[in-house]
DNA sequence: AATGAATGAGTGTTCATTCAT
DNA sequence: TATGAATGAACACTCATTCAT
């Protein structure tokens, strides 16, 4: 019927489009995240946004697409701001710790719609759950690359690549889910280091360590 | 009011009581799991359990009180499986493997369960959140125990032991969480073998790596 | 199908269907009076009553049963008890005193089943309906023959005594129906003196005054 | 929480409100007065009034809160109706006179909700059957008022002016609570009148009677 | 005669969605 | 475009009644 990715507007004027889309997803998504997707109502909705209930049907064909476009939204932000983070980054090494922080910095900025990714995938439609998952496994493949090259280049020992960078989504994801017990342990600088002290530094090899040193040494002196 | 951890019953005999209840909460596990607690109706329930609707509140307060045994019970299950999987092993590393093994298992045994408790944990009242919370924490001091000893017994050299300890918790959590994405790629052992290669073996001492060994022959023979 | 003023009963033993529907009709009574038909359930009559669910279906065939069973006992009360008041009263005056005083005194003494009367007639089958409803015109036939005696009698002037009569009734029920306003101001006695007062002695002749005076001196002496 | 004496709603535009509210009243009333007001369902009374369930929803916050406007519509009726009947008129004896008629007549006008009145109140939340009370002494008050000016102005003799109030209110209301006793002996007029003769007129003073007289001459004239 | 677990129709209430303005 | 009043299907929960024991 309607591609999986997309959303139907009855509007026309594109630029309208994008702003009302973005202003109705953004409480949406504040919502969604305090109380769940079926706590939230579309009055709710409509009433943080500050605009009419009729107004959002104009937008979006139902609330299923309203989750949906505010999911999608998360997944974007991690396709965008990771590799807008590796830009000029060379080393592997150095491109793979940046990726790490990258990502945990996106889940700190999106912490409560990282929550609802967990809670309500299930609660879209087939297809669109799907997607969803697409854009996750597009987002590892990021972190994935970033791994192998560190690898390939001599920087990390030879691991299990697809598994270890689980451990790395999923303490990113952890910032988010686990927030409750980590935000007043750990800085959010603090837990990217000791993130790459646990699931980067052990793999190093004397080459990487050598590499990781510098880099160490030419961020302190930035800072 | 209520305290937080007890469900109130109409029907006295305790040992309906545990019977019904425990085939409400199977019926409910199932159904919250596949389709989320605001899609399941108690229609649904009663007919899963081929029982009447008002009977399920004979045995539970409200549509909450099943939410929230099936979640209890799911960490019932981590604190009572993860000690008995431990029961006569000494050595602290092997412990340590013991648990983290055990947890993976638990994790497969309740895999739509543990899903669950990602999903809908929001979705219960205030306190009995937080009596999960609590539950969730207990289960995780588990874990912390076997790693501190292999530290202190010099099986593993110092580590941010709370940080690896959620680790573990969301490595065992991600065989639910991704299964989609892993288990066609591992079976259950291999998965558990390849997290300790990851998360274990890259933290051993000289005289950990040792101990580690002696095991793995010890099991290997055994197989 | 059935007569509208009898309830059958599955129990055949005549002296244990007597106590049991006593029991239940006073704990259905208290219930039904202090929070109505509708808000009272059968399990709460059960435990009032302190017997099972199942055993008030043996007595009684529905809900309604145990509500008319109610209200007949009120009306039972007062057709017992004004003419028991009257026995061995001779002069129309002093029995139309006594009438009213004894029909105070029984709503005195049913306050709350008074108050049910008003409330939950409607709440019957029809057929029972006008079964109580025939019960109160009966009641009020022996105030009317009280009255009709004391103006027959020449000690009361010619008034429109069906309509007296309803004001004497209200003025019974009121006891009842208002005691949050009346019951501060006045003991039972002081009410039903004043109640004389107000529509007795009024519509006496002189040859009515001179007995009243007669009783009023002989009931000093009484008390 | 919220004053007891206020409804909210969620529509806005208030002659809307208005009208709506009078049209769901309007139907409500004719519901809980013919069956009560828990066997009237709120499917009832949106079917009767012609609208959906929903929108009673959007103006009332509950059933109990339909039913809480239609006993204070009946109470408002009576303290506007009453104090109406009596504009212009000047003479103590004419006035009470007035206020007994113009309750009776209200009573018609109302007579299901003024039943109403005695079945359903307890239904209410406490704080809203004080509401209710008030209203009612509010009302009595202003009989009060008349009676005491007669006793004042010498058109009646002292008499305990708190109890005949009560009475004439009873009177009033009998004319609904017992309609299917009066109505097919006395048209409204004749029960009005007589109810004067039995509750007034032997109370009245040799000045009260002499201007008793003169209003009744006067009024036939008017007839 | 007595129990109380089990039933399921029926209720109040919510909320996604529509549509007249 | 935008509004928000109106709709009604769907849900959680209750409770009179039954029936196996």
Redesign the interface.
């Given at each position: 019927m309607s591609t999986p990715g997309t959303v139907e507007s009855v509007v026309t004027d594109p630029k309208l489009v994008g702003e009302r889309r973005q202003q109705i997803v953004s409480a949406a998504t504040k919502l969604f995240s305090e109380q769940?997707?079926?706590?939230t109502t579309i009055q709710h909705i409509a009433r943080e946004a500050g605009i009419s209930v009729g107004l959002i049907y104009q937008y979006f064909r139902d609330k299923d697409d309203v989750l949906f476009l505010s999911l999608k939204l998360v997944l974007e932000t991690y396709e965008n701001e990771i590799p807008a983070a590796l830009e000029g980054i060379d080393h592997p090494l150095e491109r793979l710790c940046a990726a790490i922080g990258a990502y945990c910095r996106v889940v700190d900025k999106l912490r409560e719609a990282t929550v609802l990714t967990?809670?309500?995938t299930?609660?879209l439609r087939a297809d669109r759950r799907i997607f969803i998952?697409d854009g996750e496994?597009r987002t590892n493949r990021l972190l994935e690359a970033c791994l192998r090259a560190c690898i390939a280049g001599g920087h990390l020992r030879p691991?299990?690549d697809?598994?270890?960078v689980?451990?790395y989504v999923?303490?990113a994801?952890?910032w988010a889910?686990?927030q409750?017990?980590?935000r007043d342990?750990y800085s959010l600088d603090e837990y990217v280091e000791?993130?790459i002290?646990?699931?980067v530094e052990?793999?190093l090899t004397d080459k990487g360590r050598a590499a990781m040193a510098r880099f160490k040494r030419k961020q302190r002196r930035r800072d």
């Amino acid at each position: 019927m309607s591609t999986p990715g997309t959303v139907e507007s009855v509007v026309t004027d594109p630029k309208l489009v994008g702003e009302r889309r973005q202003q109705i997803v953004s409480a949406a998504t504040k919502l969604f995240s305090e109380q769940g997707y079926y706590s939230t109502t579309i009055q709710h909705i409509a009433r943080e946004a500050g605009i009419s209930v009729g107004l959002i049907y104009q937008y979006f064909r139902d609330k299923d697409d309203v989750l949906f476009l505010s999911l999608k939204l998360v997944l974007e932000t991690y396709e965008n701001e990771i590799p807008a983070a590796l830009e000029g980054i060379d080393h592997p090494l150095e491109r793979l710790c940046a990726a790490i922080g990258a990502y945990c910095r996106v889940v700190d900025k999106l912490r409560e719609a990282t929550v609802l990714t967990y809670r309500s995938t299930k609660s879209l439609r087939a297809d669109r759950r799907i997607f969803i998952k697409d854009g996750e496994i597009r987002t590892n493949r990021l972190l994935e690359a970033c791994l192998r090259a560190c690898i390939a280049g001599g920087h990390l020992r030879p691991v299990n690549d697809h598994l270890l960078v689980y451990q790395y989504v999923l303490f990113a994801h952890a910032w988010a889910l686990k927030q409750w017990a980590l935000r007043d342990r750990y800085s959010l600088d603090e837990y990217v280091e000791e993130g790459i002290k646990l699931l980067v530094e052990p793999f190093l090899t004397d080459k990487g360590r050598a590499a990781m040193a510098r880099f160490k040494r030419k961020q302190r002196r930035r800072d």
